[in-house]
């Protein structure tokens, strides 16, 4: 009885921390989801603000444009003599109405809160729309992150400044799709908008083949009727637009700008043009068609319509005559798309896709000529690869749910673990989330540069601070800056060099380094990044605390600034970055510091001998294109090794020393399945024997807990937490 009684107890045990557990993970995922919507609120506050501060002539360009005091809906004659309506004669037919309206400030309210709307409508219609199964945990934060990615697009950013009509054709699709029932009413949808943006009739091909013909027939019934109607009511509109510019083509701005995201415009921007760019537009397009359609088919009887129906948007962008940027949210949705058998593997693309949708093409890619083709046409390339390229899992595939798990180091206890408000800091020895990971090199460096651009000063503070440093280093006998500024000079191909070298290797060989470690040594990478994001911490203080003018900046000391040519200190003009860099953050210097730390992390690292030797050369030359371009003293130098320095301290003092890991200690794969997908069972000839069976042990302490099946990701810290209680008991 006592023994039964015993046993009863601690089940119950069992069951009351499993619930505690799950109680506890409940609560978490509740406050995580609240914390969500309101950044889901901020971002629209954030958005009204951005939009409704501008001065009138600033704001809503588009919208002015079309209904303003002088625009295109309201003057007699045809929509397009002006060159600033591109819509189709049906859009202007739709938006006629909003002329009348007395007060244009309410107009710009209602416009900018309506399209917000639109943009929550789009995120809920999407958050539902994901392939099955969705855990507990992912369809309750779908919706806000969906809400959330969608307003820091560029695409929602671009139509919202510009007030345009963009996101409305890309909700009507959607709830075509995946809310209205009744085929023949999702045909109307899908046709309505084909009459705001022709070439989304490829949805009705869509519909077509996989086999909702009514539907199909209704969405191209539809686009007719509508398009009659405005040639009833616009003839001659509608032959401007239908037959003099075919459907559109050639309006607005000049289609070769950076703004066309087609297939069209980049033939364009590559110099290409006449009978030969149309040809190789035309034929690009039909393969561009045929291949996107048959993947989309292929996912659609999969059960990833959402990704059937991105993969149609993405080859929309591509085959448009004209993709502005606030069409191209296609691109975006293309997210839910799964690439890769390795869990590692899993984010690269959805965070590829953010960033390219998120970010600016000069954000992502250095200013190097040779990479501009694929800079300018960032967005047209992801949609090309998430129409015809990117090896999406299907859902019958082993990988869906199970991809290969991604191998682990043992972690390592944090040295202070026991002192309040540092046990967050552990030495995790796994490879980041590459989501994540990117995501905070992004805010960091964002921070770092408003930071630097904050930490101005005045010029006579400056310069003052540029007289100090260059009197001691006279005193020590260093001032060799003015002798190698001017010998260098005098030597063309060695200052274009060092230009070269100066603008151009200071970001791309820590990124390099960065991503190298990530993908191979990803237990190495966590105290690499941990060291950098120091030293850089460092240096902003530095340059609030001591604002410095460089050499170039010197007045009566005769230096040649080198990359931006003879200044006037007073007005001085660096190009584009003239207003978004602060030149007296001189102390210390980031470039030698950063490539200083490129060096030892390449010499610890680097596995021969003639690596650390190439590591090496890079601190070396950097030492010498920062004094030969005049960009800074010596002692800036020993001020960014120094803050590096003090990086590599800040990590080791946080972290422990680094641990080598030998043959024996080589990382295991944490939850790896009985077998792979890809690999045999093992077979029974390699089982061992079994030995002589054990004398029977004493009646267990405690009950063996078995996790609830929840969901991935929950189930595993509800299981450590009961599993750690219960043996407490």
């Known amino acids: 009885m006592e023994r039964w009684e015993g046993r009863r107890s601690v089940v119950n045990a069992d069951h009351s921390v499993r619930g505690d557990a799950a109680a506890d993970t409940g609560a978490r995922a509740g406050l995580t989801r609240a914390l969500l919507w309101l950044v889901v609120a901020a971002l629209a506050v954030r958005q ?13 360009l588009d919208l002015e444009t079309w209904i303003g005091e002088n625009g295109a809906l309201r003057v007699t004659g045809s929509l397009y003599e002006s060159g600033r309506f591109t819509g189709t004669p049906f859009a202007g037919l739709v938006l006629k109405p909003l002329t009348g309206s007395a007060q244009e400030e309410a107009l710009g309210v209602a416009w900018t809160l309506g399209s917000l709307l639109l943009v929550v409508a789009l995120g809920l219609v999407a958050a539902r729309a994901l392939p099955s199964p969705v855990g507990r945990r992912t369809a309750r934060l ?9 307003m820091l697009s560029l695409p929602v950013r671009n139509a919202l400044h510009l007030g345009q009509t963009s996101i409305l054709p890309v909700l009507l699709v959607l709830l075509a799709w995946f809310v209205v029932r009744e085929h023949r009413a999702a045909g109307v949808l899908v046709g309505l908008a084909a009459a705001f943006q022709p070439v989304l009739l490829l949805f009705a091909a869509l519909l077509w083949l996989t086999g909702r013909r009514q539907a199909s027939v209704s969405a191209g019934v539809t686009f007719a009727l509508a398009t009659a109607a ?87 962008v591509a085959v448009s005559p004209t993709a502005w940027q606030h069409q191209l949210l296609w691109v975006l949705l293309a997210v839910v798309g799964k690439v890769g058998k390795r869990a590692s593997d899993r984010l690269v693309w959805p965070s590829v896709v953010l960033l390219v949708v998120t970010l600016p093409g000069t954000m992502l890619l250095p200013n190097i000529e040779t990479l501009f083709p694929v800079r300018d046409n960032v967005l047209l390339l992801a949609a090309l690869g998430a129409a015809c390229l990117a090896p ?44 994540l990971e990117l995501l905070l090199i992004r805010v960091v460096y964002d921070a770092y540069a408003q930071v630097r651009l904050a930490a101005r000063a005045g010029r006579p503070l400056a310069e003052e601070h540029g007289r100090q440093i260059h009197a001691i280093e006279q005193w020590l006998h260093i001032d060799i800056e003015h002798w190698v500024n001017h010998t260098v000079v005098q030597i063309t191909w060695l200052r274009e060099f060092f230009d070269y070298y100066y603008s151009t290797f200071h970001f791309i060989v820590p990124l390099t380094i960065l991503g190298v470690l990530y993908a191979r040594r990803p237990a190495d990478y966590r105290w690499v990044r941990s060291s950098i994001g120091f030293a850089t911490l460092l240096a902003l203080v530095g340059f609030w605390l001591y604002p410095l003018a460089p050499p170039r900046l010197m007045p009566g000391l005769g230096f040649i600034d080198t990359v931006h040519g003879v200044q006037d ?48 050369l890079h601190p070396l030359f950097t030492i010498a294109a920062i004094v030969a371009t005049a960009n800074h003293w010596v002692l800036d130098a020993a001020g960014g090794a120094l803050v590096v320095a003090m990086g590599f301290g800040l990590t080791y003092l946080l972290s ?34 079994p030995g002589p069976r054990p004398a029977p042990e004493p009646e267990p302490a405690a009950v063996p807990v078995r996790g609830a099946e929840t969901e991935a990701g929950e189930a595993g810290d509800a299981n450590a937490e009961v599993a750690e209680k219960v043996g407490g008991t």
């Open 230 to 316: 405005a040639w009833a009511a616009a003839p001659k509109d509608s032959w401007t637009y239908w037959v003099h510019h075919l459907a559109g083509a050639g309006l607005g701005e000049r289609p070769d700008s950076l703004a066309n995201q087609s297939l069209h415009g980049a033939l364009l921007r590559l110099g290409l043009e006449g009978p030969v760019e149309i040809a190789l537009f035309l034929v690009l397009s039909a393969a561009v068609v045929v291949v996107g359609l048959r993947r989309a088919v292929r996912y659609a009887q999969d059960g990833q319509l959402l990704l059937a129906v991105a993969v149609t948007g993405c080859v929309v």
């Open 656 to 689: 422990g020393p680094r641990k080598l890991l030998t043959g024996e200690e080589r990382p295991a794969e944490l939850a790896r399945p009985t077998s792979r997908p890809d690999e045999p069972g093992p077979s029974p000839e390699a089982e061992p024997r």
């Open 392 to 435: 999406f899992v299907p859902r019958t595939s082993p990988y869906w749910q199970h991809p290969v798990p991604t191998d682990y180091a043992k972690p390592v206890a944090a040295r202070w673990r026991r002192v309040p408000l540092l046990p967050f800091w552990r030495r995790v020895l796994t490879r980041p989330n590459l989501l």
């Open 142 to 150: 779908a919706a806000p992150v969906a809400i959330s990615l969608l």
């Open 48 to 60: 009204v603000a951005v939009v409704l501060r501008q001065p009138p002539g600033e704001r809503l």
């Open 569 to 616: 200190f007073a007005k001085p003009d660096y190009g584009t970055l003239t207003t978004v860099t602060n030149q007296y953050a001189a102390m210390p210097s980031l470039h030698f510091g950063w490539s200083l730390w490129c060096g030892v992390v390449i010499v610890m690292l680097a596995p021969k001998l003639w690596m650390k030797a190439l590591g090496l």
